[in-house]
Structure formats: structure tokens, C-alpha cells
């Protein structure tokens, strides 16, 4: 069964060289945008939601700076770095081991529930999150295999999630709530609770996934514990806006806003998945909106936390260049969210078009962010965030628990 096998797995592997790496990148990642987001308004709202973790992680989700594992189409950290601080903060090295663990079963579970669950409209970060954040607290607190296994089973009635929250404060808020439930599935695994472990067989195939997956059926056949690795996200806004931005800011270099007539964005279907707002009103509507993504590629030096305020987006130049944008979205290009290419065509008020195109994001598996970058995002995070006293180096498993008590700790 699933669960038993996904409960061995996470028990019995040792992570390598490679594992650590990934972990202390998702652990610097995710504290500095949790951190970033400390004068939020959502975190008044988080004062009643149950416990750290749930706090920390909405906190960590709300701006959409967080990373994402691409096969599984899951905010993976954002989940599992809260949770593993939050029962297990006290000791680096467990902390760091639960999140492995809890990482890699929400890549596999999220894997097998596959592209197909997302296009659905599930927001697979909180359907497949549940059960993980239930390892990543049954791993803190060294509870049994069979125990996490019948607690991957008891996440199974919490593991909801859609993506009609997009946009709004529950979307940050459903995932904290992921992260809460998880810790509540081990908790009364812990105390005895007992479970039908062929339940997740059975709600993998509800939502339209695959029970039979190899990553869930076979996890030790992957060499990573997280396979395929984590993304980076640049700009503080959906990961299907990192690469139009992308092309926009570095193929066609910098443009005089004033002189663009028309803009034209070509990119597989797919890829345009949860942009569910095309003509935003909010700065929140906006981390949705490729034809907002147009507008501060055009007319932001950087497409900053400023960006995607409200201010930014009530701008009368904002609604001009959302209003000339043209989204072709042609078919049989593949179906995930970065099959294919984006190409833009620029057309200039003296008749001239640029063009140019992106494959891979900045930040991607594929184009990892350099140490340079990884710095530089992490002092744009702690900047807004009132820190002065703290430095990038300063965000190690050792740390990240009390950062995030001592700074995000109250709620008035």
C-alpha cells in the first residue's frame, strides 16, 4: 500500500550531499519570504489559525515568492519548511531530515496526482501537502513507520484545496491550514487513531491521478530525494509569470514604455493555467495576470514586491499596455507549465517589431539560481521586513525556527 511504502521510504533514507544542498536552499528561501511578508495584513487574519506552523506558512505563501517543484506543480517548502520548524526547529539535523522527508513524499504524491488534477482546478499544493506535512511532523517527532503511514491515511480527509481561491486570502490561508492538518493527522496517529490505509490509493484515483505512479509505488527507484529538484522564483508572483517576464526583461532588453503600440504573447496552452486574471484590480489579482505581466516587464526597472502592490497595478499606463496585449495561446504544444517556449512581438510607435523568446525561466531546475541571486533575493525579502540585524548567512537550519518566532511570533 501507499501509505506503508511512503512511511518506509521516509524512515529509512539517508539523504546525501545533493539532499542537504536542496534543503538548506529551500530552508534560506522560504524563511526570507515568510519574513518578507511581516507587514502583510494577512498576518492579523493568521492570529486564529491553530499553531506555528499554520501561521508561518500562509505567511511564507501570500506574496507567491516561494519555490516550486515543477513535476508535482507544488509550492513544496512552503509547506514542509514550516512544519519542520515548527516540531522539530530545536534539532538542525532532524529538522532538516523531516523535511527531506515530507519534501519528498509531497513531489510523489503530487506527481501521481499529476498535470491533469491541476487543470482540474485542484490546488495541488494543499491537496498533496496534507500528507506530507503529516511525515514531516511524524519524522520530527520519531514516530513509527506504521504510525506515519496510518498518518499519511489520516491527512487524506483534509487534503482539499482549489484553485477559485486564487487571487484572494485564501489561497495563502488554505495553505497554512494544509500545513496544520498534516501536523493534527500525526498528532492522532501518535495517539492511537486508527486508519484505512488503502485510503490513499483510493483518493489518488478520485482526484484523478495515478495510484499505480512509480515515484509512489517504488520511491527508492529516484536517486533525489526530491526529484527533479526545486525553482527558484525571481519575481514575487505565480511561477507562469517567471518566464514571460523573463523574455520580456532579458531577450528584448529595456524599451521606452511610451513607444509600444501593441504586444503580442505566444505560449502553449498549458502554461497559462492558473492566470485567471486578465484585466487585474489588485496587486494580488496581479501575481495571476499575464497582461499584467506585460505591463511591469515594460515599465519596471525590476518586478519587485512594488509591482505587485495595488498602487502599481492602479496606474494609468498599467491599464494601457493590459488593454494592447494580445495572449495567443496555440494547441499541441503540450500541457504543463513550461512546455514549449514564450515568444513576445513588440510592435513600436515608429513601425519597427522586436521579437524574442525563453525556455527556461531564471531560477528553474534547469537554470538554477547563482549564490549571487540567492543573496540578492534574500536582502530584497529582509529589507521590507524591518530586519536590520540580520544577514543571509544567518538563515540556517539552526536559526530558522527562532527567526521566525522571534519576528513573526506576535500577531498585533
Avoid at 498518518?151 to 495553505?175: C, E, M, Y
Amino acid at each position: 500500500m501507499i501509505a506503508s511504502t511512503l512511511a518506509t521510504w521516509a524512515v529509512d533514507t539517508v539523504p546525501e550531499d545533493a539532499d542537504r544542498a536542496l534543503a538548506d536552499r529551500g530552508l534560506l528561501d522560504t524563511v526570507a519570504v515568510a519574513l518578507a511578508a511581516r507587514a502583510h495584513p494577512i498576518r492579523q487574519v493568521t492570529a486564529a489559525l491553530d499553531g506555528d506552523a499554520a501561521r508561518w506558512a500562509t505567511l511564507a505563501h501570500v506574496i507567491d515568492f516561494d519555490d516550486l517543484h515543477l513535476p508535482s506543480t507544488t509550492h513544496i517548502s512552503t509547506i514542509c519548511v514550516p512544519v519542520a520548524l515548527a516540531t522539530g526547529g530545536d534539532d538542525p539535523e532532524l529538522a532538516m531530515r523531516a523535511y527531506l522527508a515530507g519534501a519528498g513524499v509531497m513531489a510523489r504524491l503530487g506527481t501521481a496526482l499529476g498535470w491533469r488534477h491541476y487543470t482540474r482546478g485542484w490546488h495541488a499544493t494543499t491537496t498533496a501537502g496534507v500528507p506530507a506535512a503529516a511525515v514531516v511532523a511524524g519524522v520530527a517527532w520519531g514516530l513509527s513507520e506504521e504510525q506515519i503511514s496510518r498518518a499519511i491515511a489520516l491527512a487524506i480527509p483534509a487534503s482539499g484545496g482549489v484553485q477559485r481561491a486564487f487571487g484572494t486570502d485564501a489561497k495563502s490561508l488554505q495553505v497554512g491550514m494544509a500545513a496544520q492538518a498534516g501536523i493534527q493527522a500525526a498528532r492522532l496517529a501518535a495517539a492511537g487513531a486508527t486508519a484505512d490505509l488503502r485510503a490513499v490509493e483510493a483518493w489518488i484515483d478520485l482526484l484523478g491521478g495515478d495510484p499505480g505512479h512509480p515515484l509512489v509505488t517504488d520511491p527508492s527507484s529516484d536517486a533525489q530525494m526530491v526529484p527533479g529538484g526545486l525553482a527558484i522564483k525571481v519575481y514575487p508572483a505565480c511561477y507562469a509569470l517567471q518566464r514571460p517576464i523573463g523574455a520580456l526583461r532579458h531577450t528584448l532588453g529595456a524599451l521606452r514604455p511610451e513607444d509600444v503600440v501593441a504586444v503580442r504573447v505566444t505560449t502553449p496552452r498549458g502554461t497559462v493555467t492558473p492566470l485567471v486574471h486578465h484585466r487585474p484590480k489588485t496587486g494580488l489579482e496581479a501575481k495571476f495576470s499575464l497582461e499584467y505581466a506585460v505591463a511591469t516587464a515594460l515599465l519596471d526597472e525590476h518586478s519587485g514586491f512594488w509591482a505587485f502592490s495595488d498602487e502599481a497595478v492602479r496606474r494609468d499606463e498599467v491599464e494601457r499596455l493590459v488593454g494592447l496585449t494580445d495572449v495567443h495561446l496555440p494547441a499541441g504544444q503540450g500541457d504543463g507549465l513550461l512546455d514549449g517556449s514564450v515568444e513576445v512581438e513588440i510592435e513600436l510607435r515608429d513601425g519597427h517589431t522586436l521579437r524574442g523568446s525563453l525556455d527556461l525561466p531564471p531560477g528553474s531546475p534547469g537554470n538554477p539560481p547563482t549564490p549571487e541571486e540567492m543573496t540578492a533575493k534574500v536582502a530584497d525579502c529582509i529589507a521590507p521586513a524591518g530586519i536590520e540585524d540580520l544577514t543571509p548567512s544567518d538563515l540556517t537550519w539552526a536559526t530558522g525556527a527562532r527567526l521566525l518566532r522571534t519576528h513573526l511570533g506576535a500577531t498585533s
